[in-house]
């Protein structure tokens, strides 16, 4: 069983132990450096705690399945008003919708491509992550469109209700094997994306305790390198990322990202399939690709 706590002031570290391990790490969910982030969801993913969960299941949450009306409602519901939600290093804000069905409110991210802060941020990076997620049918990543609201276009990203962030939660994830599979979805999926900016503040666990993944504005960078290392793969998403191919990537997310991004992204697939190969090698399939 794993244990997320957090240690000392709020937004500040996050620790992860295991109680049949002896494994504990921390994560700091804004400042602690990168290589702890990565330690971190390695323990999480290679612990054999996580080696054989079985799936959530997506068909209940409220997106999956209605995707092309959730997309209408976000570019079409009126804004009744807009405030600061307080949390997160590229500020979003919240929009109130009318009307209220089938969702209230969205999270609104305008943010211009660019470089700020030493990070490549862009509202587009946000509408990817969503369409890729849709072409994996992974089913962790809320829908998000282009909009624009007073003039300025940024991504409208469907706000989901019922959820507390890890860090939110008092740093304690809710137990049981459920978690083993998005963890290691999250982690290949990032990946492949070229996230680096995966934390305890933007893994968001529902009433059913099913992993939404937020905030992806910071993704498809230029890097061949991936974000973090891993020792496990899920089966079913290995394939489906295995078989992507160039022109189908470009159908799906040129629009989104430039050329070099997506060219990028196949580059750290390949990556991953050369991990993954070294691994099998020296530890087996079963023990590697997990279903």
């Known amino acids: 069983m794993y244990r997320l706590r957090r240690i000392g002031g709020p937004q500040r570290v996050v620790a992860i132990s295991a109680t049949a391990k002896t494994a504990r790490l921390s994560l700091d969910e804004r400042s602690v450096p990168r290589v702890q982030r990565l330690l971190c969801w390695f323990i999480l993913a290679a612990s054999p705690a996580f080696a054989q969960a079985p799936a959530a299941d997506a068909g209940?949450?409220?997106?999956?399945?209605?995707?092309?009306a959730m997309e209408t409602h976000l570019r079409t519901a009126e804004i009744v008003s807009m405030e600061d939600i307080g949390t997160g290093v590229t500020q979003p804000r919240r929009a109130t919708l009318r009307p209220g069905t089938p969702f209230d409110m969205l999270a609104w991210k305008p943010l211009p491509p660019s470089r700020r802060n030493g990070h490549w941020e862009s509202y587009k990076s946000e509408i990817a992550a969503y369409q890729l997620d849709r072409l994996l049918e992974l089913h962790m990543v809320p829908p998000a469109v282009a909009r624009e609201i007073d003039g300025v276009t940024g991504a409208a990203i469907m706000w989901i209700d019922g959820t507390r962030s890890v860090g939110q939660m008092g740093g304690k994830i809710p137990t049981g094997p459920q978690f083993g599979k998005p963890i290691r979805r999250m982690q290949m999926f990032d990946n492949l994306i070229g996230n680096p900016d995966r934390n305890a503040g933007n893994i968001l666990i529902d009433a059913s305790q099913r992993v939404i993944?937020?905030?992806?504005?910071?993704?498809?960078?230029?890097?061949?390198?991936?974000?973090?290392?891993?020792?496990?793969?899920?089966?079913?998403?290995?394939?489906?990322?295995?078989?992507?191919?160039?022109?189908?990537?470009?159908?799906?997310?040129?629009e989104w990202l430039e050329d070099h991004a997506i060219d990028a992204m196949l580059e750290r697939r390949e990556e991953m399939v050369k991990r993954v190969e070294d691994l099998v090698k020296r530890r087996g399939a079963a023990a590697v690709i997990i279903p």
Not at 60 to 68: D, F, I, K, N, P
Not at 216 to 242: C, G, N, T, W
Request: glycine share 2%.
């Open 60 to 68: 209940q949450l409220s997106w999956v399945g209605r995707e092309a």
């Open 213 to 254: 993944l937020i905030d992806h504005s910071r993704a498809f960078v230029e890097s061949a390198k991936l974000p973090f290392p891993f020792e496990r793969v899920d089966a079913s998403l290995y394939a489906k990322i295995k078989a992507l191919t160039r022109p189908q990537l470009s159908a799906v997310l040129s």
